[in-house]
């Protein structure tokens, strides 16, 4: 049998600027998410929420409301005891604390808006007035509202059953801080307290669930990022079969950025519930639940401290730092990626990060874009510009003496990663990027107009972020390619999109890995229906994962497709070409079948009948791709601000962005993924802060108190590309979701206390709003808590 | 529609959608957006935040540009009604979503009818010319995919096409 081998990839749609199939039916209102899926005689459900961030549940009466009219079901946490089992943390630790995080409270709440019950009814409107009819007995108990109230000396517990309120401390280490900060001839230190915000999709969350009794499945609708990740939690909690629970990521879901990526007691209860009562059920989380029940990133407060030489060249970096984890630990993705992030693009021989992660009474928090990477960046180039404004040097010559160099790859930080393997950059050219990001921004002309405009009494300050990225993290994704029986080839990944165009870029990478025209593709995705295993959309993975296993899987359904042209065109060479849908001999182009003829002999068959000797029985493919490690992307960040000393107000004059995700699949889109991402760093820079009060009652619950950017906050912004490609998969992938994100709040608080030397203001909290920087004029606040 | 409706205050609400009558009892206290969606089908229209901030369930009632999730489907009766679902003819798109698709405007797509919408609007009013013009646009709604670049270019372009000639004479 002859076999045909692949041909070298040739790109032809890779790196093309395509525009999105996805886009059509988005456009003209018939996107299908998860609510507008047509659902007959679903009923619908609401939660009724911990009104207290911590208390003892006495008892629960919910007797008048199962008598309101419609109301078809309610039930607490006790009613479902046979699935109320932990939900375990997605990354842990071998040190960490971890209190049960269960489906729904059962004896004590610990944060305001933890599930409590659930009424099913007719419709949304009237379980919503049976949850007012639902009586609890409550006994408030001491809330902890920030880390610094968690850690201190004989604080009340977040958990009543925990030894602390420490869920988990880590320490890295390279080389021996102590003893360079002992022998170095500078050390500075200072204090950043970096609070993130929400994910903030314009689709809050979403769970649907219908039990086939017939076919005794269970099926479940789920606005998630991760569907096979949620689906093995379904079935550890419900003891069921993997295959006996499908489900599905509808194909249009509004936004993830992280929150989605997360498993939540409502996706648990829903489908049980839905078992229960043997009727379909759905629960559209609302804008209020999604602030209180949602996962969030919150705050990290920085100690860090540098040693540095006479030429600003660094000696050793230690950075003491607590996590906000909120009432569970969900996952500790988020401060063990802060844990590695901080070092950045220097080299640095001596690093010691060491992490508090705290238990606080507010909602548990987890990845949301960027991901525990802004805080860290934020803590290190603080630091940088401090060193410049210590020495009299240029901030940005102070970065490019310590940048590790494009010959010094793959460069070995000395600390590990949160993927388990040594912090290892694979790729890059750091000073290309910031070069190329001073560049663009005329940092020569603005240095120079920032004395000038001074002179007139206008506040102009430059800052630079400079960035590394763990991206494409394992530990695997996978794809299938499939000839159907009208002729198309069928890719189905088992990742899930939230608007980052899989329909169209994973069709590009299969098109140039088979050398057949997209029109002959379709791309389809998120069902665990249709692909057994997969791991999920997050941490900017899914291009450097996904992306390679789609071109190996098509790679093989290329060969095993062109054996069966070779076996029924009876010749013997190998060379095929596609045309059109047509497999052609290259050197005889008349010479061919159609994909639907292939697909007719190798895959329909003739019932009974003997193959074809020599053709693959049915045209299927599969691929999961495992990354050896984390590829890392880089970037560059620079702003120009001016600061009006009366309001505190910072206009953005001038932002620009380099970036190096490795090779770009679609620039259009990868764009898109850097402003949005952008959009969204500007948000966390400037503007998005959750409050509570002491009692850790959450104080932004709408965007009424809450700012998202809009059009008139998003700066303009220049971005370029360099491509570094990755040597770690086969298309030379990273990732491109966070990019914009990560540096942001570093850049504008640089910026911004570059406008307020001559006060010798210091912004020492971020997100950098008016009244922090009216502050920080008046001499208010030196520090941080 | 609420099954259970004849259990609650109940009223007949008559209204024109991109173009055709509808009549249905609906339940006094359904917002507009959910009449719309669940009652008459029409999922285009969505909501992301029912407190009127962030734009995604903005539909144009005789015209002017408002928030379905901040009024009841009964306020609307004897309105006239335009959705997302109207603004195609059959499957070729308007110039708005074509420079929309054209500049990547959408991403996830959710907050995407809502600002195709409020856009509608402002350009049956006039020309949209300047970024800061078409940044005040588009500052009613959110969207937390794009960071807006796209969609500025995107109004920009269309106002040229649709506006081009007016302006030049």
């Not at chain 1, 020495?391 to 793959?410: C, H, T």
Request: glycine fraction near 10%; hydrophobic fraction near 40%; proline fraction near 6%.
């Amino acid at each position: 049998m002859r076999t045909s081998t692949a041909a070298p990839l040739k790109h032809n749609m890779i790196g093309t600027a395509m525009e999105r199939r996805e886009d059509h039916r988005l456009l003209t209102g018939h996107g299908k998410f998860l609510d507008d899926l047509d659902m007959p005689d679903t009923l619908e459900a609401a939660f009724l929420r911990s009104d207290f961030g911590h208390a003892r549940i006495l008892g629960i009466d919910t007797s008048a409301a199962l008598e309101l009219p419609g109301v078809v079901g309610v039930f607490t946490g006790g009613d479902i005891r046979p699935m109320m089992k932990p939900m375990p943390a997605k990354v842990a630790h071998p040190a960490l604390q971890e209190m049960p995080r269960l489906p729904m409270a059962l004896d004590e709440v610990h944060y305001v808006g933890e599930p409590v019950a659930v009424v099913v009814a007719t419709s949304r409107y009237i379980a919503e007035d049976a949850l007012e009819l639902i009586e609890i007995d409550y006994e408030e108990l001491p809330a902890i509202s920030s880390t610094a109230a968690a850690l201190a000396p004989g604080a009340p517990l977040a958990h009543l059953g925990a030894k602390d309120n420490i869920a988990v401390h880590a320490v890295q280490r390279a080389g021996d801080a102590d003893a360079a900060f002992a022998a170095a001839p500078h050390v500075l230190s200072g204090t950043f307290r970096i609070t993130r915000g929400g994910g903030h999709s314009m689709e809050c969350r979403a769970v649907a669930a219908r039990y086939d009794t017939a076919a005794r499945q269970l099926v479940v609708w789920d606005s998630t990022q991760a569907p096979h990740y949620a689906r093995n939690a379904l079935a550890n909690l419900y003891d069921m079969h993997e295959d006996d629970i499908r489900l599905i990521a509808p194909a249009d879901v509004g936004g993830g950025f992280g929150p989605k990526a997360q498993f939540y007691g409502e996706e648990a209860v829903i489908p049980w519930v839905a078992m229960q009562l043997r009727r379909p059920v759905k629960w559209i989380e609302d804008r209020r639940e999604n602030f209180i029940s949602a996962m969030m990133e919150r705050t990290q407060t920085h100690r860090i401290k540098v040693a540095f030489d006479d030429d600003g060249k660094l000696i050793a970096m230690k950075d003491v730092f607590e996590h906000d984890q909120g009432a569970y630990v969900a996952g500790l993705q988020v401060p063990m990626i802060t844990l590695s992030t901080v070092p950045g693009q220097y080299k640095i021989p001596n690093i010691h990060t060491e992490l508090y992660s705290c238990y606080t009474n507010m909602v548990p928090t987890s990845s949301v874009r960027g991901a525990g990477r802004p805080q860290a960046v934020a803590a290190m180039e603080r630091m940088m510009d401090r060193i410049a404004e210590y020495l009299g040097l240029d901030p940005a010559e102070v970065r490019r003496r310590n940048l590790i160099q494009p010959d010094e790859f793959p460069y070995k930080v000395g600390i590990m990663f949160r993927d388990g393997s040594p912090l290892t950059y694979d790729s890059g050219n750091y000073p290309e990027l910031l070069a190329g990001t001073l560049e663009r921004l005329d940092y020569d002309g603005w240095r120079r107009r920032q004395v000038e405009l001074r002179a007139e009494g206008r506040l102009i300050g430059i800052g630079i972020g400079c960035y590394v990225e763990g991206c494409g993290l394992g530990p695997y994704e996978g794809a299938k390619a499939r000839l159907t029986n009208s002729g198309e080839v069928l890719v189905t990944l088992a990742a899930a999109p939230q608007g980052q165009g899989y329909e169209t870029v994973y069709a590009q990478i299969a098109s140039d890995a088979m050398g057949l025209d997209m029109d002959y593709i379709r791309v389809t995705t998120g069902d665990t229906g249709r692909i057994p295993f997969g791991q999920g959309t997050f941490a900017s993975r899914i291009t450097a994962t996904a992306g390679p296993a789609v071109l190996q899987a098509c790679q093989a359904l290329r060969a095993r497709i062109f054996t069966t042209a070779a076996v029924m065109l009876k010749v013997e060479a190998d060379n095929f070409v596609f045309r059109g849908d047509r497999v052609c001999l290259a050197e005889d182009e008349s010479i061919s079948v159609t994909l639907r003829e292939v697909t007719q002999v190798a895959n329909v068959g003739k019932h009974g009948i003997t193959l074809l000797r020599g053709v693959p029985a049915g045209l299927e493919t599969q691929a999961y791709f495992a990354p050896e490690r984390a590829a890392y992307a880089s970037g560059a960040h620079a702003a120009v601000v001016e600061v009006d000393p009366e309001t505190g107000r910072i206009t953005v004059l001038k932002y620009v962005i380099g970036h190096d995700c490795g090779t770009v699949i679609n620039p259009l889109l990868v764009d898109g993924q850097v402003l949005g991402g952008f959009a969204a760093g500007i948000g966390n820079a400037m503007y998005e802060e959750q409050f509570y009060d002491e009692s850790a009652q959450p104080q932004t619950t709408s965007y009424l108190d809450f700012s998202l950017p809009s059009s008139m906050e998003v700066p303009p912004v220049e971005l370029f590309h360099i491509q570094s490609p990755s040597p770690l998969n086969p298309l030379g992938a990273k990732g491109a979701g966070e990019g914009g994100t990560i540096p942001a709040p570093a850049t504008i608080a640089n910026a911004t206390e570059d406008a307020l030397r001559s006060f010798g203001a210091r912004i020492n909290e971020m997100p950098v709003t008016p009244p922090r920087v009216a502050a920080a004029i008046a001499g208010r606040v030196p520090a941080a808590q | 529609m609420n099954p259970d409706a004849s259990d609650e205050a109940a009223s007949q609400v008559r209204v024109t959608v991109n173009g055709r009558e509808y009549r249905a009892v609906t339940d006094v206290r359904t917002t507009l957006a959910d009449f719309l969606r669940h009652g008459l089908g029409l999922t285009g229209t969505h909501l992301g935040c029912e407190h009127g901030v962030c734009g995604a369930c903005t539909v144009l009632l005789d015209g002017a540009a408002v928030r379905s999730c901040l009024m009841f489907a009964v306020q609307a009766d004897g309105a006239k009604i335009e959705t997302v679902e109207g603004l195609a003819e059959g499957d070729e798109l308007s110039p708005l979503q074509e420079s929309f698709h054209r500049n990547h405007a959408l991403q996830c797509g959710f907050c995407t009818a809502g600002f195709l919408m409020s856009v509608t609007a402002a350009l049956r009013e006039g020309p949209v010319e300047t970024d800061e013009q078409a940044r005040e646009v588009l500052s009613g709604n959110i969207c937390r995919c794009t960071g807006y670049a796209a969609m500025i270019k995107a109004v920009q372009e269309t106002s040229m096409q649709v506006h081009g000639d007016k302006a030049a004479s």
